[in-house]
């Protein structure tokens, strides 16, 4: 079991999703630039207000080729897609509280990027978001949301 949020953890899920068929043959072809900015809020213990993480995802012919954690996070100008949400909102998502399209449909994660896209993969996107919330094995130290 992975601690949330550790590369560990990432690099768990980004071997689950590189061995998932159903995923490469969905995808579509050539290189997705993706930055993640998870925000630390009032109700995260990972990752406090004030703070944050941020990561870059390269999928490359239907494969997750990188998936790393970075220290600033990137320019919009060679990203097709950036997601931006609190902590306590990816928390909930990859405990299986929260469904990560309907996050992003009511605002609660912000996704930027060329919607005609993401709505044309939201099958390849929910199969993407339950891997993140169900299939990898989650350590929570600081306890699991919802939080007291």
Not at 53 to 67: E, I
Not at 75 to 88: E, H, N, Q, V, W
């Amino acid at each position: 079991m992975a601690e949330i949020y550790s590369m560990e953890w990432y690099e768990k899920l980004r071997n689950l999703v590189n061995s998932r068929d159903d995923i490469s043959a969905r995808a579509p072809q050539g290189q997705w630039r993706i930055c993640v900015e998870v925000m630390g809020d009032e109700k995260s213990p990972y990752i406090p207000k004030g703070q944050a993480k941020y990561f870059f995802v390269l999928f490359d012919k239907g494969k997750c080729q990188r998936y790393e954690e970075l220290r600033h996070t990137l320019d919009g100008k060679d990203l097709d897609f950036r997601f931006t949400g609190p902590a306590s909102v990816f928390e909930e998502v990859a405990a299986g509280r929260r469904d990560f399209i309907e996050a992003g449909l009511r605002g609660a994660i912000k996704i930027r990027g060329d919607m005609r896209i993401f709505m044309q993969n939201a099958e390849l996107v929910k199969i993407m978001a339950d891997l993140y919330s169900q299939q990898v094995e989650t350590a929570w130290p600081k306890g699991m949301p919802p939080y007291n």
